[in-house]
């Protein structure tokens, strides 16, 4: 089974912009491969702040954006906060299947 | 505005079955897709499945043969059993609502608190 990677952790300094990227370990990204991604505070359940690649849900700020090519899905936070501080986990739904990947924790310095 | 909250027994032997409900206020789970998605300690999140408000089921291939879901939309809760559990399903589990059914269950908007279940002898 296709398995989600993501850097264990990034980190960047209020105002910044950060990437984390997702990756399908072995392939590409099907085609038919709709990708979200959830942030988790601590103590906290995830929060959905990107599904079908680059949408919001009402609510979350647009500092938030998201993209896919083939091989990589990406979240970008610009203006990073002290807020942002959390861990982030990006999802694939595919063949009626939900991936999660590992994490990736974000620190801001 | 919708709350899920999960309940059922926090400390469970080996072997036993583990029986978790997530109870739904504010909305109706009927039409809505609903999941059990798990986090263990320090780790990443695993998706077990989802069960539509109809009663259909889709799961985790790695959990298929111990697991198993279901919606009561009278009592407005849905329910996951784990049979045979093991230390390695000690974790943190969350019901969560997907989309309404005209869209593919792709995401997860709403998360309960998360319940917290121990397997030790």
């Known amino acids: 089974q296709s398995a989600l990677t993501q850097p264990a952790s990034v980190s960047g300094s209020p105002g910044q912009s950060i990437t984390i990227s997702c990756g399908v370990t072995?392939?590409?990204?099907?085609?038919?491969?709709?990708v979200s991604w959830y942030q988790q505070h601590p103590g906290k359940a995830p929060k959905l702040i990107i599904y079908?690649?680059?949408i919001r849900p009402s609510g979350v700020s647009d500092r938030f954006s998201g993209s896919k090519s083939a091989s990589t899905a990406s979240l970008t936070i610009s203006g990073l906060q002290a807020v942002d501080e959390a861990l982030y986990f990006c999802?694939?739904?595919?063949?009626?299947?939900?991936?999660f990947g590992g994490g990736t924790r974000l620190t801001v310095l | 505005q919708v709350q899920l909250q999960e309940s059922g027994p926090g400390l469970l032997k080996p072997s036993e079955t583990l029986s978790l409900t997530c109870t739904v206020s504010?909305?109706?789970?009927?039409?809505?897709?609903w999941a059990w998605i798990r986090q263990s300690a320090g780790k990443g999140l695993e998706w077990m499945g989802r069960?539509?408000?109809?009663?259909?089921?889709t799961y985790n291939p790695s959990l298929q043969s111990r697991v198993s879901m279901s919606a009561e939309t009278s009592k407005n809760r849905v329910s996951l059993r784990l049979e045979s559990v093991t230390a390695e399903d000690t974790a943190v589990y969350y019901c969560?609502?997907?989309?309404?059914?005209?869209?593919?269950?792709?995401?997860?908007?709403?998360w309960g608190q998360g319940i917290l279940v121990t397997v030790s002898s």
């Open positions: 969560a609502r997907g989309p309404r059914r005209e869209f593919l269950p792709r995401w997860y908007d709403t």
């Open positions: 504010g909305g109706s789970i009927t039409n809505y897709y």
């Open positions: 069960v539509y408000s109809s009663g259909s089921t």
């Open positions: 072995g392939s590409d990204f099907d085609p038919d491969t709709f």
């Open positions: 079908d690649v680059n």
């Open positions: 999802s694939s739904y595919t063949n009626k299947i939900v991936l």
